[in-house]
């Protein structure tokens, strides 16, 4: 340490006190004479307390008492430590010095930053974290603990050598210490190094718990957890599980590809036990040892650890596994960030969750679905995959690689189209192959930039004009009408959050490009659809992204700029609109011509073979049976699979052409039927083997009964909860839709989390056309819908003559402080409040959304799964339109009807329907055994709450194991049935 000048200074300070200190070496002859009044020479802590005392470590009480029970204060544990340190050479009864010294080793310490703590008592875990420090190991309790039990520093206190039985919460009292550091001595001679870093227990992983080593709350010894088995994670840290409502993991296993995935939901307190409201949002990062991918949607991203927000007490995380071949357990890791005094037991703790990853081959089926009257939805689960990282750039300077350093400017002298990659050189410090520190310029040749993100003025843009401007900027413009031609080009080189390299163009733009505009973001799309973007008739595929790029940017404008740019620059907006609706053209067309000969819309279903490990086998001589809508075909393993930069890629799929649209959910099952001999041992898993993937077709709404001049404001939930229920984001392109199908004038979007956030205004036709618009932001994950509401009910117009109505999507997890001014708002203006509620009914908070929707005489509806969002969006269209409520679509669907139907076999027959509460049309429940043996009905009591449950006795059913399914019947009023549901035993 280089603290000698500052630790001298205050040695000499206490020059005045030394004849107060305690000798540090023993004093024999004094130290014989002391004799322990109050314990007894058998106890188990005579001999530590002796020891201590002939020491002159601890001092007796008056009457010679020891006082085991009295509790220590962690200033006395500290200068019990200080005078067992050998590299401890100062006065242990200085607190201020023993504080400042042992606070540069990073030794946990309360009283380190806060000197009210030192006279704290010291708790037993506390003290095994300290023991830890003080040998150079930076551990959690839990493994501190242990790390006490391999040092022979305490047995426990019954001997079963298990976390709970060292009783870590207890205070340590004078006897523990005595005995802790009578052990401590003797294991020989302490000198403390401490800590290189503030302790947060990154040491960990050197320490083994023990099987069994944190036991139950009942103090029962728990079962071993299997590997890849979640375990109950809130007995590992009872610091922070203390806080830690419950974990749930939808799925502990996956396979090793790098595309399966689950989802982890983990339900806090504060660390006071209290709720934790939902307009509050905290940060966490999440970490997976084994190199998982983590998101807070179901979607593949690059990264391998980032930062979630909790929506209320309530953090959700997707893992997708790696990639493997061979079997791993991993450990999902989650960290507050930055915890309060609220959250202070979350500090320097972390939350584990259990997964495994197990390499398998599968049969992969994934679809698209073309439906010439919905063309602006995308139906399908084909992923082009995960978007490659680039190359970071680095130099060669002799023998001597360089990485350039980021945040700083790399001028670009060429570049290739072809291989993506350009010639730049930046001025870098390095240190030379004969180890001399030196500065230069520093060159690469292949710098990457096909898969970077590139941009101008700080704005995402497409390849394709990424190299138009840097062709520009190097070889000078075609026309010679302006500047350019420098012969290089500058770009400012950064980072992204995934690893991803970034370069943004600098000083391309003049004066005369800029100084017009109050807004960058105006200057770059006039720029860039004036110098670069071709006219219609020469628009190609080719510039598909680009011009994508370019009407993203003039969509994220609000209608104000939006006017302004049309009436001042109205050639080149019409420009851009030319180019957007010729690549329309082009993509029909280009969908046309690879359409099978004959099918107007179908159904098309691709099988990949993948090996355990996610490979794709690409040279399978087999053949595939596929089965869609009771048709089957039997199709070879010879087409070409998506690659993510081309869209072609290698051979190994096979594709099947359906032509049918089953709208809703339906299933597709695939098995293998000719067998390739090659792979008998890689595949073996799937001999004989039929593997069912769900297959969703976006439903086309009616066409309108009514019509009437409306204004309508959609207002979406973005919050972290809902974006559980909507990983992919299907709302987004609902409310599209919706949008265009009422066709109100204006029409309003809002997203909204803790707060809303205005995503457009302006005719159906337009708002509809938006690509961007709901996507989801990397925001606030809260929820305050009382707030959103209020927000938009303020932004109507003050229109009189138009019907006036919001749509509220939400999964209802909101508080509901301020609803009843929002509520009077609403219906002194007129609006009726049209709620959506998404999840089953005993989780959404069903009181707030009906209140809204009665009180303002709009609807309520519920639906279990975002794809059921169609009948209720259709059932508030023909409200709006007719101004009259209509039957939710939803309500005439058997798996819409039931939110849950089960039947067990105990003692009794349990027989359970819970029925959807908004489907006010449904008044009975009639249950059918169907059996080749004759069919069993009862008629279901309804219980409350939407709720059908009837438990007759077992010997009511003949052979009970002939029954294969159950159909479950909602009944009308009159008896009618509406709809069924299979259940399967």
Not at 35 to 61: P, T
Not at 67 to 89: C, I, P, R
Not at 132 to 141: F, H, I, K, Q, R
Request: hydrophobic share 35%.
């Amino acid at each position: 340490m280089n603290k000698m000048k500052k630790l001298m200074a205050m040695l000499l300070s206490c020059l005045l006190v030394l004849s107060l200190a305690f000798p540090f070496g023993p004093i024999e002859v004094e130290a014989a004479n002391k004799q322990i009044s109050d314990i007894a020479k058998s106890n188990s802590k005579y001999k530590a307390a002796k020891w201590a005392v002939d020491k002159d470590y601890m001092q007796l009480y008056g009457g010679n008492k020891f006082q085991s029970g009295t509790l220590v204060m962690e200033w006395q544990m500290l200068q019990f430590l200080a005078k067992l340190d050998s590299n401890y050479h100062f006065n242990t009864n200085n607190k201020d010095m023993l504080y400042e010294y042992y606070k540069d080793l990073n030794i946990p310490l309360y009283g380190a930053d806060n000197p009210a703590k030192r006279n704290a008592n010291i708790s037993r875990g506390h003290f095994a974290r300290l023991y830890a420090a003080v040998n150079g190991l930076d551990l959690s309790e839990v493994q501190a603990v242990q790390y006490l039990y391999m040092n022979e520093i305490t047995t426990g206190t019954s001997g079963k050598r298990t976390f709970e039985d060292y009783k870590p919460t207890r205070n340590i009292n004078r006897g523990d210490m005595a005995v802790f550091m009578y052990r401590i001595n003797q294991q020989g001679k302490m000198a403390i190094e401490g800590l290189s870093s503030a302790p947060t227990g990154k040491d960990n992983n050197k320490i083994t718990l023990p099987t069994n080593f944190v036991e139950s709350k009942d103090g029962t010894v728990a079962i071993p957890t299997k590997p890849g088995k979640n375990p109950d994670d809130k007995t590992t840290r009872p610091d922070i599980y203390k806080a830690v409502k419950d974990i749930k993991v939808a799925k502990e296993e996956l396979t090793a590809n790098g595309l399966d995935s689950s989802l982890v939901t983990i339900n806090l307190r504060d660390s006071y036990g209290n709720d934790i409201s939902y307009d509050e949002s905290l940060a966490f990062k999440v970490t997976s040892v084994a190199g998982a991918k983590v998101s807070e949607t179901n979607a593949s991203t690059s990264g391998q650890s980032t930062v979630v927000y909790t929506d209320g007490p309530q953090l959700n995380v997707y893992v997708t596994a790696p990639a493997l071949t061979k079997s791993v357990v991993d450990t999902i890791r989650f960290e507050m960030v930055n915890p309060t005094e609220k959250y202070h037991t979350y500090k320097n703790q972390v939350i584990e969750v259990a997964m495994r990853y197990v390499p398998k081959a599968e049969l992969r089926i994934t679809y698209e679905v073309f439906d010439p009257e919905q063309t602006e939805w995308n139906g399908g689960t084909v992923d082009p995959g995960v978007r490659p990282l680039p190359a970071l750039p680095q130099g060669v300077v002799e023998t001597t690689t360089v990485p350039f350093t980021t945040n700083g400017i790399i001028t670009i002298s060429n570049y290739d189209e072809d291989m993506k990659v350009m010639t730049g050189s930046k001025w870098e410090s390095y240190t030379t192959s004969d180890g001399k520190l030196t500065q230069g310029q520093v060159t690469s040749k292949d710098i990457q930039y096909g898969n970077a993100d590139l941009k101008l003025e700080g704005q995402i843009i497409s390849v394709w004009l990424f190299e138009q401007i840097l062709d520009y900027m190097i070889e000078g413009p075609k026309d010679e009408s302006s500047w350019g031609g420098l012969g290089s080009a500058k770009v400012m080189y950064t980072v992204n959050n995934e690893g991803r390299a970034t370069y943004d163009l600098q000083g391309v733009m003049s004066e005369e490009d800029t100084v017009p505009f109050n807004s960058m973001l105006h200057a770059v799309i006039i720029y860039l659809t004036g110098k670069f973007l071709p006219i219609a008739d020469q628009i190609t595929l080719a510039h598909e992204e680009s011009v994508e790029v370019i009407k993203a940017m003039y969509d994220r404008l609000g209608q104000i700029d939006k006017n302004l740019l049309r009436k001042d620059y109205a050639d080149l907006i019409g420009k851009l609109e030319g180019a957007v609706s010729k690549i329309a053209v082009l993509q029909a067309g280009k969908e046309l011509q690879q359409r099978p000969e004959g099918m107007d819309r179908y159904t098309k279903v691709i099988v990949n073979l993948v090996a355990p490990s996610g490979v794709i086998i690409t040279d399978y001589k087999g053949t595939v049976e596929v089965t869609f809508n009771g048709k089957t075909r039997v199709v070879s393993f010879d087409t070409n699979t998506k690659d993510y930069n081309n869209n072609t890629g290698s051979r190994g799929s096979a594709v099947v052409y359906f032509d049918d649209i089953l709208y809703g959910n339906s299933q597709v099952k695939a098995r293998l039927i000719d067998l390739d001999p090659r792979y008998d041992k890689i595949f073996q898993g799937l001999k004989n083997t039929t593997v069912t993937q769900s297959v969703f077709s976006n439903p086309r709404f009616e066409n309108n009964l009514c019509a009437i001049e409306s204004e309508v404001m959609f207002v979406v939930d973005h919050s972290g909860s809902m974006k559980v229920r909507d990983a992919k984001n299907y709302t987004a392109d609902k409310v599209k839709q919706t949008v265009k199908q009422i066709g109100a004038k204006p029409s309003h979007v809002y997203r909204f989390s803790n707060r809303s956030n205005h995503e457009a205004t302006d005719t159906a036709a337009i708002v509809s056309s938006i690509d961007s618009l709901l996507s989801y932001k990397n925001e606030n994950r809260s929820t305050n819908i009382v707030a959103a509401l209020k927000t938009a009910v303020n932004n109507f117009t003050t229109n009189q003559y138009t019907n006036k109505a919001i749509v509220l999507v939400t999964d209802g997890y909101s508080n509901s402080n301020g609803l009843d001014e929002v509520i009077r708002m609403a219906k002194e203006k007129g609006i009726a409040i049209h709620t959506v509620s998404v999840g089953s009914y005993t989780t959404v908070n069903e009181k707030l959304l009906k209140d809204i929707s009665s009180e303002t005489k709009g609807t309520y509806q519920n639906i279990s799964t975002i794809e059921n969002l169609h009948g209720s969006l259709q059932s508030i269209i023909t409200t709006i339109l007719c101004k009259m409520p209509t039957m939710n679509n939803s309500c005439l669907v058997g798996d819409t009807i039931f939110n849950r139907t089960d039947v067990r076999i105990e003692e009794r027959v349990t027989i359970l329907a819970d029925v959807n509460t908004g489907c006010e049309n449904v008044k009975a429940v009639r249950v059918v055994f169907i059996s080749p043996s004759g069919d069993v009905r009862y008629d279901l009591p309804e219980r409350g709450s939407s709720r059908f449950m009837h438990r007759p006795q077992l010997y009511e059913f003949p052979e009970f194991d002939l029954y294969v399914e159950v159909e479950f019947q909602a009944l009308d009023e009159s008896g009618n049935v509406i709809a069924t549901k299979i259940h399967n035993m």
